[in-house]
């Protein structure tokens, strides 16, 4: 498949995972619960995951995450010539999710952004359960490298291949459930950002942990895949050095 349309669909996926993920919180019927139903928010990352993994499989790499595609680089299964596009259109995905999902929630009357949060991460003050910078900067790291590391080896083999948007979905379900208290569940850097743009100040001035940390996750699973991974995975995962 062209770039174009493999952009096209990361971004249209990315989209769907924000909308999808953060609307567990932001629609909530109860605005006083808002951005503090766990469960609810993990699922729904979970679920989006798997749908449109299962959906996007055969037409693109079907990363949607930009720790995702720099894992995949690193691992030297992924073009590096393709990595700056895949990411942008993550990004751009991210934001016009969260843009859509912002024009359905302000339908409802009472419904404050500020209330919220939208979804959004932080660390301090603005951690659910006031974690530190410290903290919170350990545990995006920490998840983002065993999604990435499970990312790819999900996807090594074509057995693996046909079961990775379940366990996928199941695997970003359960981090979400350990990240959420900590840092309203981040793990990726376009998913952050989104929400972030909406609801600004601190959320802006907190989005670099959301993108330093996950990248350096997952550029550490796709140097410890590579590393003790590659000559099993050679054999089995040759043709898909492109990404798939």
Not at 5 to 10: Q, S, T, W, Y
Not at 22 to 27: E, F, G, M, P, S
Not at 160 to 188: D, E, T
Request: proline share 5%; hydrophobic share 55%; aromatic share 10%.
């Amino acid at each position: 498949m062209k770039l174009g349309k493999r952009l096209a669909v990361e971004g249209a996926g990315t989209a769907w995972l924000v909308f999808a993920g953060c609307a567990a919180t932001a629609l909530g019927a109860n605005l006083s619960a808002q951005g503090n139903n766990v469960l609810e928010m993990a699922a729904a990352f979970g679920f989006a995951l798997m749908v449109v993994s299962y959906a996007a499989s055969r037409a693109t790499s079907a990363h949607f995450n930009p720790a995702v595609t720099i894992g995949y680089a690193v691992s030297r299964r992924f073009p590096v010539r393709d990595v700056a596009p895949y990411i942008a259109a993550q990004t751009v995905g991210a934001i016009l999710g969260a843009a859509l999902l912002i024009r359905v929630a302000s339908g409802r009357p009472g419904f404050s952004v500020a209330v919220s949060d939208f979804g959004s991460n932080g660390y301090d003050d603005h951690s659910p359960s006031e974690y530190a910078l410290s903290a919170v900067f350990v545990l995006e790291m920490a998840v983002s490298f065993a999604f990435v590391f499970i990312h790819l080896l999900m996807s090594s083999t074509a057995a693996r291949r046909k079961a990775a948007p379940l366990a996928l979905g199941a695997c970003l379900a359960a981090i979400y459930l350990i990240a959420i208290p900590v840092s309203n569940g981040g793990a990726n850097p376009a998913r952050s950002t989104g929400p972030a743009l909406f609801v600004g100040e601190w959320a802006l001035d907190q989005l670099w942990l959301f993108w330093a940390a996950p990248l350096l996750g997952g550029a550490a699973a796709g140097m410890v895949y590579r590393l003790v991974c590659r000559r099993r995975s050679y054999t089995l995962s040759a043709p898909l050095r492109e990404g798939a």
